[in-house]
């Protein structure tokens, strides 16, 4: 069954790094890219950043670019997000996806992704 875990949400102070990780089983790293969202109390669901299944892609929403990372750890079928310079509105529930779209660079609905983990709650307090 296809299965995607994040882990490594958390509480943190404006200003500070955190790095959420997304552990894919072997079917959905497989699939054409990778993708983090987020979603808000009373927010839509929003795309955060993206990564093609080589790694050699990447697509990041404006809000975070210069200060978010996306990676993979193919060996450990692992997706991180570096996330820098937090700021107290992106708390959020912060979900991992997968999709076999290959459209996916800059189409950054969510609808795109077949496949998505239960999601890690990061706060991050002023």
């Known amino acids: 069954q296809v299965q995607l875990v994040e882990s490594g949400g958390g509480l943190v102070q404006a200003g500070d790094s955190l790095k959420l990780s997304c552990t894919a089983s072997?079917?959905?790293?497989?699939?054409?890219?990778m993708g983090w969202f987020r979603q808000a109390p009373g927010k839509e669901r929003e795309f955060v950043a993206a990564?093609?299944?080589?790694?050699?892609?990447?697509d990041y929403s404006d809000s975070v670019k210069g200060r978010f990372t996306i990676s993979l750890d193919n060996a450990k079928s692992t997706m991180h997000l570096q996330m820098n310079s937090r700021k107290p509105e992106e708390t959020a529930v912060y979900y991992c996806?997968?999709?076999?779209?290959?459209?996916?660079?800059?189409?950054?609905?969510?609808?795109?992704?077949?496949?998505w983990g239960q999601g890690t709650q990061v706060t991050v307090s002023s």
């Open positions: 996806a997968a999709t076999w779209d290959s459209r996916w660079f800059k189409n950054r609905g969510s609808r795109r992704y077949d496949r």
């Open positions: 072997e079917r959905t790293f497989s699939s054409v890219a």
């Open positions: 990564i093609s299944w080589g790694g050699t892609t990447t």
